[in-house]
T-cell receptor
Framework: DGGITQSPKYLFRKEGQNVTLSCEQN?????MYWYRQDPGQGLRLIYY???????QKGDIAEGYSVSREKKESFPLTVTSAQKNPTAFYLC????????????FGQGTRLTVV | GEDVEQSLFLSVREGDSSVINCTYTDSSSTYLYWYKQEPGAGLQLLTY?????DMKQDQRLTVLLNKKDKHLSLRIADTQTGDSAIYFCAESLSGNTPLVFGKGTRLSVIA
């Protein structure tokens, strides 16, 4: 079945460590996105990529990094520079053109311990 | 800049209609979406509407768009307990540009 998969579902990180969240899609979508969700804050855009080997910062990119080496994959690294990383992270993908929608993964809940 | 506003909470009785409202600021928005999020899960697209449309109906869901006032609403007919969730309004310029989300409306359905 086609879809978008995030892993792991839950992730615990010690302060000062980098962690990488996985996002894979088999929908042949060109664009992929990372959002962060905090209670009462809605979804805020971290990074997005419209094509392989290219990506742009979103509204809250500081403390995060991404790569887009393959069309199917858009991993997000939460670095130690991110001061408040505990949140729910959502990955999405979409196709360019009309009559399209963004599909979301099931999310990764990151907790700093 | 782009901004999407929604009321945070709505409570309705089972069987009644729910109306969730949203306002947006970017007049160049081409696509307007409604997503549903259940606890601990990702977002599920409910419906979307192009900016050149006024209304779209899909089973129990009706979307109304007032482009002049930049106002979008989602009506859920015969609301059920399974409709309890957070509903997000979102806008985008095109199919491969990022969505801008509102903060979500938590719908509680009382049996």
């Amino acid at each position: 079945d086609g879809g978008i998969t995030q892993s792991p579902k839950y992730l615990f990180r010690k302060e000062g460590q980098n962690v990488t969240l996985s996002c894979e899609q088999n929908l042949n979508h060109d664009a992929m996105y990372w959002y962060r969700q905090d209670p009462g804050q809605g979804l805020r855009l971290i990074y997005y990529s419209q094509i392989v080997n290219d990506f742009q910062k979103g509204d809250i990119a500081e403390g995060y990094s991404v790569s887009r080496e393959k069309k199917e994959s858009f991993p997000l690294t939460v670095t130690s520079a991110q001061k408040n990383p505990t949140a729910f992270y959502l990955c999405a993908s979409s196709m360019a053109g009309v009559d399209t929608e963004a599909f979301f993964g099931q999310g990764t809940r990151l907790t700093v311990v | 800049g782009e901004d999407v506003e929604q009321s945070l909470f709505l409570s309705v009785r089972e069987g009644d209609s729910s109306v969730i409202n949203c306002t947006y600021t970017d007049s160049s928005s081409t696509y307007l979406y409604w997503y549903k999020q259940e606890p601990g899960a990702g977002l599920q697209l409910l419906t979307y509407i192009f900016s050149n449309m006024d209304m779209k109906q899909d089973q129990r869901l009706t979307v109304l768009l007032n482009k002049k006032d930049k106002h979008l609403s989602l009506r859920i007919a015969d609301t059920q307990t399974g409709d309890s969730a957070i509903y997000f309004c979102a806008e985008s310029l095109s199919g491969n540009t990022p969505l801008v989300f509102g903060k979500g409306t938590r719908l509680s359905v009382i049996a």
